[in-house]
């Protein structure tokens, strides 16, 4: 599994029509609002902005008008056989005038999307956990020792220490037996992806 390194943008023409296809690096759904609505306010007057976006096991589409089936889901098709996760693509289209039927609108939209993952790099996803942990001050420096490989991506002092930390599948039990045998309390644990 991967994930684009960057935002990135393609645009081409197809019997008259434009097509500005939009990869939008996303993390989480509450990203999908605000980034279609950006692409509206700055495309204003387009026909259609048909997408489709995969966060995790998430995946929709949307036709936005087109005929059903010929937009939304050739779009999600292209991403799930280039193996993307955390994307959002939005193929924005100003009518030509020219009408291309339903095959021609798939392999339109196929196309779109196809041509913009060739100016793109992209990174490997790595399947992860986030794990908030809390503990006692002074068991910081033993918790620093269990944690030294892994991301921290919040520490918090307070009462007592609490760390929001992200391990790799392949470190977790490893980790997680050493914070508990130590009695480190493990308060929240949730699935994610983490780029290699």
Do not use: Q, W
């Amino acid at each position: 599994m991967k994930t684009i390194k960057e935002n990135t943008t393609n645009d081409i023409i197809i019997k008259n029509s434009r097509f500005i296809t939009k990869l939008v690096k996303v993390n989480n759904i509450d990203d999908i609002d605000k980034a279609l609505n950006d692409l509206k306010e700055e495309y204003r007057g387009a026909t259609h902005y048909c997408y489709a976006y995969i966060i995790g096991n998430i995946k929709r589409f949307n036709d936005d008008g087109e005929p059903g089936g010929t937009a939304g889901m050739p779009i999600l098709n292209v991403l799930e056989k280039n193996n993307l996760n955390n994307i959002l693509c939005v193929v924005i289209r100003y009518f030509g005038g020219i009408k291309l039927g339903a095959g021609g609108l798939v392999r339109a939209y196929t196309k779109s999307v196809t041509e913009a993952l060739k100016t793109c790099e992209t990174n490997k996803l790595v399947k992860a956990m986030k794990i908030d942990i809390e503990f006692t001050h002074d068991k910081i420096k033993l918790v620093d020792t269990i944690v030294n490989a892994v991301e921290i991506e919040n520490k918090v002092f307070d009462l007592k220490v609490k760390y929001s930390i992200v391990i790799e599948n392949n470190k977790i039990d490893n980790i997680l037996n050493n914070l508990t045998n130590n009695n480190i309390d493990i308060t929240k644990k949730e699935n994610c992806f983490i780029e290699k």
